[in-house]
């Protein structure tokens, strides 16, 4: 099978309410659409949703490299996707978000050939994703009265947003553990917003109301401070903005900079190398979360069926969509939802429905 042809489109989402975290504050949300066409009839769609902050891509940028990178591409087999990787890695250094929409539309074609969906084809024992739900920043009473909201929506993991304000972030935490009861899992992200003495306080403070997961607590650059909280605090610590790609995985295990690594398919680069990092982390015996961006519903499910294909990714945080006033503009199919629960399709590929470009 050959590449033909990559198609690109910008799609716009609306958000419900703005979305306020330590360094960034959004209100709107632009993904890109790519569609690979193979001469076999076969397509495949992906898309790419960078964060200019963390992957130092913008859409237009994404849409760039992308066109730069078709030249090499169309000839290649899509289904060999370790082949794909190595021509994109061979043609422009990093761009992970637009060599994203290329590997989950490969991935798309490649399930699709062989007449099996995405997920089980990368190893997935099940079909069933629980993800978490965030609250982003806002005034004390507000986020609580936003956690309760999520909780009576059926989210069992609430993450929440933190970093500008330490004492507000304790009390934040105080109120919103009592108003939602000991039985939902809470968690943070920071989002580099602390320095490592306001991290260590922080952290030993809301120990007191039974956070499981502390995301992303000082600078992405500063891995020995990571080091150094992660050895010391009583919760768990995650490195999000510190590890983008495999490379910075096998560094940031090495130096124990976290006990958890977060996956964004957007800052590896895609599917396969999302489970490349997977495997790193294991062998430090560190588990893994899936993140996502903003991405619609098209990049979660392919984030989704990474989730179930390794043994030591232990949950999701992929709820970007639901924060969409319109996400019916988007891809539709790719999964079902119930409550906190995203059921991936039994079609092949990913089960998207066609999609106009
Ligand atoms: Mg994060």
Redesign the pocket.
């Known amino acids: 099978m050959k590449i033909v042809d990559i198609l690109t489109k910008k799609v716009n989402f609306e958000r419900k309410k703005v979305f306020k975290i330590a360094f960034d504050t959004s209100s709107d949300c632009q993904c890109l659409y790519v569609k690979i066409l193979t001469d076999e009839g076969i397509y495949g769609l992906g898309e790419s949703t960078p964060f200019p902050l963390v992957t130092s891509e913008t859409i237009d940028g994404a849409i760039a490299a992308i066109k730069f990178m078709k030249p090499s591409l169309v000839g290649a087999d899509p289904t060999d996707i370790a082949k794909i990787h190595e021509i994109m890695d061979k043609t422009i250094l990093n761009n992970t978000a637009a060599k994203a929409a290329i590997d989950i539309a490969c991935y798309d074609i490649t399930g699709k050939k062989a007449g099996l969906p995405v997920h089980k084809l990368i190893g997935a024992q099940s079909d069933r994703v629980q993800t978490d739900m965030t609250v982003g920043i806002d005034t004390v009473e507000n986020m609580v009265a936003d956690a309760v909201e999520q909780v009576n929506n059926g989210f069992r993991i609430i993450k929440i947003k933190c970093g500008i304000e330490p004492e507000k972030d304790i009390e934040v935490l105080k109120q919103i553990r009592q108003a939602v009861g000991s039985d939902i899992d809470l968690r943070i992200?920071a989002?580099q917003g602390y320095d490592k003495p306001t991290a260590l306080y922080v952290l030993n403070e809301i120990s007191k109301y039974n956070v499981t997961e502390a995301?992303?607590p000082l600078p992405y650059w500063d891995l020995e401070g990571m080091a150094e909280v992660s050895a010391l605090s009583p919760v768990p610590v995650m490195a999000?903005?510190s590890v983008h790609t495999p490379i910075q995985a096998e560094i940031a295990c090495r130096k124990n900079a976290c006990k958890i690594v977060?996956i964004k398919l957007m800052k590896c680069g895609g599917i396969y190398p999302a489970l490349q990092i997977a495997d790193i982390a294991k062998k430090y015996g560190k588990h893994c979360i899936v993140?996502c961006f903003y991405e619609s519903k098209l990049a979660i499910a392919a984030a989704a069926a990474v989730v179930l294909a390794k043994d030591n990714i232990e949950s999701a945080d992929l709820d970007s969509f639901f924060c969409f006033a319109n996400p019916e503009v988007g891809v539709c199919g790719g999964f079902e939802v119930e409550r906190d629960v995203l059921t991936l399709s039994a079609k092949s590929g990913f089960g998207f429905d066609d999609y106009e470009f």
């Open positions: 992200d989002n995301e992303q999000d903005e977060n993140g």
